[in-house]
């Protein structure tokens, strides 16, 4: 059981363009998903926290206009990287919870690349 | 502010045995979790404690002392497969977890 996918699991992108990521829980409702950004040899950067039906609590330094995310159900979330540029190539991940305990499912990951 | 100390680093031999520490300094605290992460994947769930003592489970044991702000993972019978990174997690009090920066396990045969 409780099982994240992510879609896709690597896109190329040229720069200015947007691109969108599915993070679904595939056997469990998720109340909170969380969107990670890691970038070669480096940690896990949260990037925000979403509850179901309300609006993403976005970290320090990220900026929501960019990082645009949905939580429109509990068991999918959305993150849409707009107008797209080579520094926001990266590994980016999802993870989830439930209401239940504090452990993070994660998904699978979306590398991201951008020309 | 919070803060979760790891080495950035270790090498051990396979089959012997390694404990990777985690310090921590954090508003509260509701658990402590250890993650494994392959280079270019996602993490994978090893552990939890939240009351002070050991667990074990195969060849992995987590430890944890709430009066030190004090975790380790050890593994024992080290395999190749272990090289990868171990990440230390805290659940401060506002149910949010706070990542070390992972320390990276170089399995020498």
């Known amino acids: 059981g409780a099982v994240v996918s992510q879609h896709p699991s690597w896109v190329i992108c040229k720069s200015g363009t947007s691109v969108k990521i599915e993070c679904r829980s595939l056997?469990?409702?998720?109340?909170?998903m969380f969107w990670y950004r890691q970038f070669p040899k480096q940690s896990l950067m949260l990037m925000a926290t979403?509850?179901?039906?309300?609006?993403?609590?976005?970290e320090q330094g990220v900026e929501k206009d960019k990082f645009l995310i949905n939580h429109a159900s509990l068991t999918l979330s959305t993150l849409t990287v707009t107008s797209a540029h080579p520094e926001d190539s990266s590994f980016y991940i999802c993870?989830?919870?439930?209401?239940?305990?504090?452990?993070?499912?994660f998904g699978p990951g979306t590398r991201l690349t951008v020309t | 502010g919070q803060n979760i100390d790891q080495p950035t680093e270790m090498t051990a031999t396979e089959g012997a045995i390694v404990q990777i520490n985690c310090t921590y300094q954090?508003?509260?605290?509701?658990?402590l979790f250890w993650y494994q992460q392959h280079a270019g994947e996602a993490p994978t769930f090893l552990s939890y404690n939240v009351l002070d003592g050991l667990e074990e489970k195969g060849r992995f044991s987590s430890f944890l002392s709430r009066s030190k702000g004090y975790s380790y993972l050890l593994l024992k019978e080290l395999q190749m497969k272990d090289s990868a990174s171990y990440l230390c997690a805290v659940v401060d009090s506002n149910y949010q977890l706070i990542w070390g920066a992972g320390t990276k396990l170089i399995i020498k045969p």
């Open positions: 056997d469990f409702q998720a109340t909170t």
């Open positions: 954090t508003s509260g605290f509701n658990g």
């Open positions: 979403s509850n179901e039906g309300s609006k993403a609590t976005y």
């Open positions: 993870s989830a919870r439930t209401s239940v305990d504090y452990e993070q499912y």
